[in-house]
């Protein structure tokens, strides 16, 4: 009779060394990433300095998959221990020059996060066909992957299983027993096992004896089933409605909806994966049917694709070409080129498909030829010949100083907003330099001083950009300020409000962001009737008492104090608390929370973008 037996320690510690002997560079990524997220945490609202954290944990995340596929490959070198700690070495400079690449939170752009989440899918495609780089072990490739796949699934339910029942069981104590958990607990669980744990599960399974793989003549039938007769057939249904849509198009003679790219690509990356699956069993006998629906696949996809380009191509005759649209047109050749291959080569071998999708990730994010730089000078000349069309420059420039005198059509108009909102995105709006006098590097609205490294590192906004094309006009009201601060009050789990009457929530907004009064809120309580409004132009927090003003708080000075000697948004109770006493009443205004704006020409912040929080009263007429 079979027995169960738990794994002893010495089992778990003999295993843990070899995961770690195995993968250093990636179980000290991992240990890495877990402090990093430590020290985010205890930062509880990061600052802008401290954004060298975020930037080091996504290099971090990255050389989790980066070290696993280089110990796979070179796990099956014949090189010397030394040279491939070289190698190892190598790519930890590479890493932390990559770190050194990565602009500030001020320069961070929608560029700089496409740009890493396509090196984080290539390296994670690295893991898939690295090992079997320059070796003809089609089967042991597929079977790996095939294990690494079930390892992540293994490794997502046990770290989510054994975290949600250690978290749930601190809540059901602190519940229960009425013991003080601080928050900061569950976090460092959560952390160690999602972080830590998870990486040493994950490596504790990746397959060893790679040459073992390839005599591997076992295929687990659930998998071909479900290829089979859910599949495969659920594609077809969607090749049929595709093929059906373009053939509309053609009889109609009119253009594709967009909707059709992501359909698309969607559809012919499914199916892809769905031959694949049933990949190691397409020589066996019964099988015949795999090779059948591979061959009229690749086929049929280029027909398809024809209705792909003319979609994408017509976007690109109206818009030009941004990055997005880059990325779908290199999705769309590398789709044609993957088609083409397996019509045409004798081989056909899978692992072309990882390979050649990262070579293509690369490919479109670095270099001259790269989805940005292609996708600014496009934009650069879709400017150019608006403004040359248009004649709104003075001198080939536009020029701050004249106001621009010619109008524009409401689509040249709306395309320049459109043209300098997606480069200002995009971390690009110097490729519009030729056309401006001022310096688009940095916000010359915002100041003159000389020297000034706080206002050198402010980013050129999109207000700088509108007050520069002539759409706006410099020193307007919505120039005059800038940067908006959140305040917060950190709260008590009780509050002691002895000596007072009355207890009133308020929350104000100015939608408008104007310097008026603010909506007046109404309390009755029995026979006396309160009210609490603010004075925008002031910043003064108004108390009146049966439609008479018994109480005005300046608010100006205390946002003064605060903005001025800390950055931090978790602020005391104390210092967001203003009290007011007079001969017949007592005043407490408590603020919880405040948006306030800066006010460009003083360097103060006045203007209140949103506030709420309590008023206590203690009225004794």
């Given at each position: 009779m079979a027995t169960f037996k738990i794994p002893s320690i010495d089992l778990l510690w003999e295993e843990g060394k070899r995961v770690v002997l195995r993968f250093p560079a990636t179980i000290a990524s991992s240990f890495g990433l877990f402090m990093l997220a430590l020290i985010s945490i205890n930062l509880e609202v990061p600052d802008q300095q401290d954004f060298w954290i975020i930037k080091a944990m996504l290099v971090v995340s990255l050389g989790l998959a980066l070290f696993t596929a280089l110990h796979c490959w070179l796990e099956r070198q014949s090189l010397p221990e030394g040279q491939k700690a070289g190698i190892i070495g190598g790519f930890v400079a590479l890493l932390l020059l990559y770190f050194w690449l990565l602009p500030d939170s001020h320069e961070f752009s929608v560029r700089d996060g496409s740009r890493h989440a396509i090196f984080v899918i290539v390296v994670h495609l690295l893991v898939a066909f690295l090992p079997f780089l320059a070796r003809k072990e089609d089967k042991?490739?597929?079977?790996?992957?095939?294990?690494?796949?079930?390892?992540?699934?293994?490794?997502?339910?046990?770290?989510?299983?054994?975290?949600?029942?250690?978290?749930?069981?601190?809540?059901?104590?602190?519940?229960?027993?009425?013991?003080?958990?601080?928050?900061?607990?569950?976090?460092?669980?959560?952390?160690?096992?999602?972080?830590?744990?998870?990486?040493?599960?994950?490596?504790?399974?990746?397959?060893?004896?790679?040459?073992?793989?390839?005599?591997?003549?076992?295929?687990?039938?659930?998998?071909?089933?479900?290829?089979?007769?859910?599949?495969?057939?659920?594609?077809?249904?969607?090749?049929?409605?595709?093929?059906?849509?373009?053939?509309?198009?053609?009889?109609?003679?009119?253009?594709?909806?967009?909707?059709?790219?992501?359909?698309?690509?969607?559809?012919?990356?499914?199916?892809?994966?769905?031959?694949?699956?049933?990949?190691?069993?397409?020589?066996?006998?019964?099988?015949?049917?795999?090779?059948?629906?591979?061959?009229?696949?690749?086929?049929?996809?280029?027909?398809l694709m024809l209705l792909y380009f003319v979609a994408i191509g017509y976007r690109v005759s109206q818009y030009g070409i941004t990055a997005d649209r880059y990325f779908v047109i290199i999705a769309g050749l590398w789709l044609v080129g993957i088609a083409l291959y397996f019509i045409i080569s004798k081989q056909k071998r899978i692992i072309f498909i990882p390979l050649t999708l990262s070579v293509v990730g690369l490919f479109s994010v670095v270099g001259p030829w790269s989805a940005y730089s292609v996708g600014a000078y496009s934009q650069s000349k879709r400017f150019a010949e608006i403004v040359t069309r248009t004649g709104i420059l003075t001198d080939g420039k536009f020029d701050l100083a004249k106001k621009r005198a010619k109008k524009i059509s409401e689509k040249d108009d709306k395309e320049l907003r459109e043209i300098g909102e997606y480069l200002l995105m995009q971390g690009q709006i110097t490729a519009l330099q030729p056309y401006f006098k001022e310096d688009l590097s940095r916000s010359a609205m915002k100041s003159d001083k000389k020297n000034d490294k706080k206002n050198e590192k402010k980013r050129f906004s999109y207000q700088d950009y509108m007050v520069l094309i002539g759409e706006q006009e410099p020193n307007s009201e919505k120039e005059k300020y800038g940067e908006t601060q959140h305040l917060y009050a950190q709260k008590e789990d009780w509050q002691k409000v002895e000596g007072y009457q009355y207890l009133l929530s308020f929350s104000f907004a100015n939608y408008a962001d104007k310097k008026?009064?603010?909506?007046?809120?109404?309390?009755?309580?029995?026979?006396?009737?309160?009210?609490?409004?603010?004075?925008?132009?002031?910043?003064?927090?108004?108390?009146?008492?049966?439609?008479?003003?018994?109480?005005?708080?300046?608010?100006?000075?205390?946002?003064?104090?605060?903005?001025?000697?800390?950055?931090?948004?978790?602020?005391?109770?104390?210092?967001?608390?203003?009290?007011?006493?007079?001969?017949?009443?007592?005043?407490?205004?408590?603020?919880?929370?405040?948006?306030?704006?800066?006010?460009?020409?003083?360097?103060?912040?006045?203007l209140i973008s949103s506030i709420n929080g309590v008023v206590l009263i203690k009225i004794t007429e």
């Amino acid at each position: 009779m079979a027995t169960f037996k738990i794994p002893s320690i010495d089992l778990l510690w003999e295993e843990g060394k070899r995961v770690v002997l195995r993968f250093p560079a990636t179980i000290a990524s991992s240990f890495g990433l877990f402090m990093l997220a430590l020290i985010s945490i205890n930062l509880e609202v990061p600052d802008q300095q401290d954004f060298w954290i975020i930037k080091a944990m996504l290099v971090v995340s990255l050389g989790l998959a980066l070290f696993t596929a280089l110990h796979c490959w070179l796990e099956r070198q014949s090189l010397p221990e030394g040279q491939k700690a070289g190698i190892i070495g190598g790519f930890v400079a590479l890493l932390l020059l990559y770190f050194w690449l990565l602009p500030d939170s001020h320069e961070f752009s929608v560029r700089d996060g496409s740009r890493h989440a396509i090196f984080v899918i290539v390296v994670h495609l690295l893991v898939a066909f690295l090992p079997f780089l320059a070796r003809k072990e089609d089967k042991s490739f597929w079977y790996f992957n095939l294990m690494l796949f079930g390892r992540v699934l293994m490794t997502i339910i046990y770290c989510q299983v054994l975290s949600y029942g250690i978290l749930g069981a601190l809540g059901a104590v602190h519940f229960l027993f009425t013991l003080n958990i601080h928050w900061k607990v569950y976090m460092y669980i959560g952390l160690f096992i999602n972080i830590l744990l998870n990486t040493f599960i994950f490596l504790s399974g990746v397959p060893e004896n790679y040459e073992d793989l390839e005599e591997i003549e076992e295929f687990p039938i659930a998998l071909k089933l479900f290829a089979q007769y859910i599949f495969m057939p659920l594609i077809t249904l969607y090749g049929v409605i595709l093929y059906a849509y373009g053939l509309m198009i053609l009889f109609s003679w009119s253009l594709p909806k967009g909707i059709v790219i992501p359909l698309m690509i969607g559809f012919c990356l499914a199916s892809m994966f769905g031959l694949v699956l049933v990949y190691p069993v397409r020589e066996r006998a019964g099988n015949q049917w795999i090779k059948i629906f591979s061959q009229v696949f690749y086929i049929a996809i280029l027909p398809l694709m024809l209705l792909y380009f003319v979609a994408i191509g017509y976007r690109v005759s109206q818009y030009g070409i941004t990055a997005d649209r880059y990325f779908v047109i290199i999705a769309g050749l590398w789709l044609v080129g993957i088609a083409l291959y397996f019509i045409i080569s004798k081989q056909k071998r899978i692992i072309f498909i990882p390979l050649t999708l990262s070579v293509v990730g690369l490919f479109s994010v670095v270099g001259p030829w790269s989805a940005y730089s292609v996708g600014a000078y496009s934009q650069s000349k879709r400017f150019a010949e608006i403004v040359t069309r248009t004649g709104i420059l003075t001198d080939g420039k536009f020029d701050l100083a004249k106001k621009r005198a010619k109008k524009i059509s409401e689509k040249d108009d709306k395309e320049l907003r459109e043209i300098g909102e997606y480069l200002l995105m995009q971390g690009q709006i110097t490729a519009l330099q030729p056309y401006f006098k001022e310096d688009l590097s940095r916000s010359a609205m915002k100041s003159d001083k000389k020297n000034d490294k706080k206002n050198e590192k402010k980013r050129f906004s999109y207000q700088d950009y509108m007050v520069l094309i002539g759409e706006q006009e410099p020193n307007s009201e919505k120039e005059k300020y800038g940067e908006t601060q959140h305040l917060y009050a950190q709260k008590e789990d009780w509050q002691k409000v002895e000596g007072y009457q009355y207890l009133l929530s308020f929350s104000f907004a100015n939608y408008a962001d104007k310097k008026v009064q603010s909506e007046i809120k109404q309390f009755t309580v029995g026979k006396l009737k309160l009210a609490l409004s603010i004075d925008y132009k002031t910043n003064k927090f108004i108390v009146e008492s049966a439609g008479k003003e018994i109480a005005t708080l300046n608010m100006q000075p205390t946002f003064n104090n605060i903005t001025k000697t800390t950055k931090k948004s978790q602020i005391s109770q104390g210092e967001m608390t203003i009290q007011h006493e007079g001969s017949k009443h007592k005043i407490s205004l408590q603020i919880e929370s405040v948006s306030i704006r800066k006010n460009l020409t003083n360097d103060t912040f006045d203007l209140i973008s949103s506030i709420n929080g309590v008023v206590l009263i203690k009225i004794t007429e």
